[in-house]
T-cell receptor, first 115, second 113 residues
Framework: ETGVTQTPRHLVMGMTNKKSLKCEQHLGHNAMYWYKQSAKKPLELMFVYSLEERVENNSVPSRFSPECPNSSHLFLHLHTLQPEDSALYLC??????????????FGPGTRLTVL | AQSVAQPEDQVNVAEGNPLTVKCTYSVSGNPYLFWYVQYPNRGLQFLLKYITGDNLVKGSYGFEAEFNKSQTSFHLKKPSALVSDSALYFCAVRMDSSYKLIFGSGTRLLVRP
């Protein structure tokens, strides 16, 4: 596997279910991100982890819970979601150091549908 | 507040003709600017970036972009469009000392044969 992988690629869940999205980066990067992409809205940054520590949390509802057990893996735990949470969830990674900001590499996304 | 604007929802161009996808930004401080492309059912692919230095930046697949500080613009260009360039294009800006990448709303490029 190369680049950034995400599983599952598609997920359908009910509002009472609990599920998790998984992201893995094979690039040796030190930062990982979760984005939400909805129709007709710009990409929204949800969470940022740098060296396994959460550094940004953009007012995301608590029904979304991120986890970064190591620098290569990132999870997004989902529970009691709402239909408006249906979207494409994108994971990204980058290699950053002080004063140098590189491009982010994106995974293919998980298409989530909440019924 | 920092923001990125892509004023055109869609750009139509004939194959072989030059294309331009527009992007303007509003930030305080020095911006780091990026262009990404998204094909259907795929994630975003990095095309090019401006960090510092030469205002004309060359990137993947023959694309280039020109940073214009006075007009706060970073338009994406290609001298000769291909049908395979048809996709959704996003401009993004990142501020110094911030991990946050602010995206524009995207421009759909349609290249007709």
């Amino acid at each position: 596997e190369t680049g950034v992988t995400q599983t599952p690629r598609h997920l359908v869940m009910g509002m009472t279910n609990k599920k998790s999205l998984k992201c893995e980066q094979h690039l040796g990067h030190n930062a990982m991100y979760w984005y939400k992409q909805s129709a007709k809205k710009p990409l929204e940054l949800m969470f940022v982890y740098s060296l396994e520590e959460r550094v940004e949390n953009n007012s995301v509802p608590s029904r979304f819970s991120p986890e970064c057990p190591n620098s290569s893996h990132l999870f997004l735990h989902l529970h009691t979601l709402q239909p408006e949470d249906s979207a494409l969830y994108l994971c990204a990674s980058s290699q950053d150091r002080a004063g140098v900001y590189n491009e982010q590499f994106f995974g293919p996304g998980t298409r989530l549908t909440v019924l | 507040a920092q923001s990125v604007a892509q004023p055109e929802d869609q750009v139509n161009v004939a194959e072989g003709n030059p294309l331009t996808v527009k992007c303007t930004y509003s930030v305080s401080g020095n911006p780091y600017l990026f262009w990404y492309v998204q094909y259907p059912n795929r994630g975003l692919q990095f095309l090019l970036k401006y960090i510092t230095g030469d205002n004309l930046v060359k990137g993947s697949y023959g694309f280039e972009a020109e940073f214009n500080k006075s007009q706060t613009s970073f338009h994406l260009k290609k001298p000769s469009a291909l049908v395979s360039d048809s996709a959704l294009y996003f401009c993004a800006v990142r501020m110094d000392s911030s991990y946050k990448l602010i995206f524009g709303s995207g421009t759909r490029l349609l290249v007709r044969p």
